[in-house]
């Protein structure tokens, strides 16, 4: 039986960024595993295919690189925070020689003092990180490029999942299929994405790795015509805004805000939920972004991610999936009906998401924060407090537990790395890939016959 130098698990970002990283280094062999279809069959964009398959939930993204530490992960907590700038730097230059586009969002520095200044008045921390923009289309296009670099340098077996990490002796020795098969690895690297995140948290359980929850953001995804978002958008792409509550003294942000862009329904685990995402090229007449709050609870409860479900159940109990509303219907009480969605001058991008009443689905705390955001908003963005604003709910990020690991991701068990979104310990394309990159260097280092850096477990 063929036995695998590293075994990787799969195929988003940060999956393919530890490859790239092996392969570049000479290590092998190396497969890779992913439970989805290959790039060149990843036609559907709906249900766990648009977040299973090469490229993983980054295929079909809007693929957005926030190039700053403070944003999309917590590398900076685990890693020095120059340390993650350097590789941030590294891992853009990966994904501009695989073509992402040159261009990045990085106004002068008085037109974001200037915002940052709007941001104080209404009461708002105004956070700023250079973007590169590459695009649904462009993502494609890289992940594609990847692929081919690739091919004949790695094993790939797409359409096959992993069942369990075999792991004997407290450390890890390959992983086993569905079927029983045992693939024998030295190494493993699990990258399963918020997808695998409920799988990863059964595993480490099952492994006795100590993971921890992280808190759960819930809110909608508003959209109003882009000429109201302008004013931010065309200057810095993304802004992100955080706001704290008056009532609650909650956190409540902005997150993913998508220029000209579309709405979009999510399946993962039987539930659908609602994202949103731009092309480079394709534009639709509105902009959306998600309002979401975090939530931390009081002992004993410590079970976010089922909050968090039974939240976007509640909402496709009522709607059978994604319910929308105009922001004047909510304020006045009232459903939002096929009708009353016919007069709304913001024409909505998610046509089949179901007309209705968000103050059945979110507790009155969620609506609150959202309500008090929207109207801060406003001083910002004139118009983004219209009755014509439309609300779709429910936008949820789950962030997946965190697994204690060490500064190189290595986890409890020894040779067993976990990095991604999966691991809980980053929220987007760039930290992800950089997580990847983290993880194959460790193993790299290794085979080099380099000594391990001292690496105290961290939570
Ligand atoms: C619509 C949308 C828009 C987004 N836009 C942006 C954006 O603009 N900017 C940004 O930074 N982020 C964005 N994101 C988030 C970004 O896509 C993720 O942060 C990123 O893809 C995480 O990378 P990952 O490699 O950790 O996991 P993923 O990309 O989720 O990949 C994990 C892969 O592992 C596979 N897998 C899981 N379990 C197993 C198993 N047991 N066996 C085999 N394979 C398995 C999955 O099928 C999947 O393909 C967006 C996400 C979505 C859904």
């Known amino acids: 039986m063929k036995k695998y130098k590293v075994i990787v698990i799969g195929a988003g970002p940060s999956g393919l960024f530890s490859c790239l990283e092996l392969a570049k280094a000479g290590i092998g062999p190396i497969l890779l595993i992913e439970q989805g279809k290959d ?31 403070d944003v ?3 590398l900076g907590e685990i890693i020095p925070r120059k340390e993650v700038k350097h590789l941030l730097q590294q891992a853009d230059d990966i994904f501009l020689s695989f073509g992402a586009p040159a261009k990045t969002y990085s106004p002068p520095g008085e037109v974001l003092e200037n915002l940052a200044i709007q941001a104080k008045l209404a009461q708002m921390e105004f956070i700023y990180s250079p973007i590169r923009h590459l695009g649904t289309e462009n993502c494609l296009r890289v992940l594609t490029n990847i692929r081919e670099y690739l091919q004949d340098k790695i094993d790939i077996r797409t359409e096959t999942k992993v069942d369990q990490i075999v792991v004997e002796s407290g450390q890890a020795k390959g992983v086993r299929l569905p ?21 990863m948290k059964k595993e480490a359980a099952r492994l006795g790795l100590t993971a921890t929850p992280n808190p ?14 302008q004013k931010l958008t065309d200057v810095v792409y993304e802004a992100k805004l955080i706001y704290y509550s008056q009532t609650f003294d909650d956190r409540i942000r902005t997150f993913c805000m998508n220029p000209y862009g579309e709405v979009v329904s999510e399946a993962v685990d039987g539930l ?4 949103g995402h731009s092309y480079a090229e394709k534009r639709s007449e509105n902009t959306n972004f998600a309002l979401l709050v975090s939530s931390r609870f009081t002992e004993p409860f410590d079970d976010p991610i089922g909050y968090g479900r039974a939240i976007v159940s509640l909402a496709n109990l009522l709607g059978s999936g994604v319910i929308v509303q105009r922001l004047g219907d909510l304020l006045a009480g009232r459903r939002t009906t096929e009708k009353r969605l016919s007069r709304c001058i913001t024409r909505p991008t998610l046509p089949e998401a179901t007309p209705g009443d968000l103050s059945f689905v979110f507790p009155y705390r969620h609506l609150k924060n959202i309500m008090e955001m929207l109207e801060a908003l406003e001083r910002i963005v004139p118009g983004v407090y219209s009755r014509h604003t439309l609300l779709y709910g429910v936008e949820v990020k789950f962030y997946s537990h965190r697994i204690r690991l060490n500064n190189e991701l290595e986890s409890e068990a020894k040779n067993f790395f976990i990095t991604g979104d ?28 380099q000594p391990r850096k001292n690496s105290d477990l961290i939570s």
């Open 179 to 199: 079927s029983g098969e045992v693939l024998r690895g030295e190494y493993v690297i699990a990258a399963p994405g918020r997808v695998g995140a409920s799988w």
């Open 39 to 69: 790039i060149y069959e990843r036609t559907d964009r709906s249900g766990k295919d648009l977040l299973c398959g090469w490229g993983g939930a980054g295929a079909f993204s809007d693929g957005k690189l926030t190039l700053s530490p």
């Open 422 to 449: 999966g691991s809980g310990i980053t929220r987007g394309l760039i930290q992800a890939s950089v997580s990847g990159m983290v993880a194959a260097r460790a193993i790299i280092k290794r085979h080099k016959g």
């Open 272 to 275: 659908i939920s609602v994202n």
């Open 72 to 74: 999309g992960g917590f």
């Open 216 to 229: 759960v953001d819930l809110g909608v995804r508003v959209e109003v015509p882009a000429a109201v978002m």
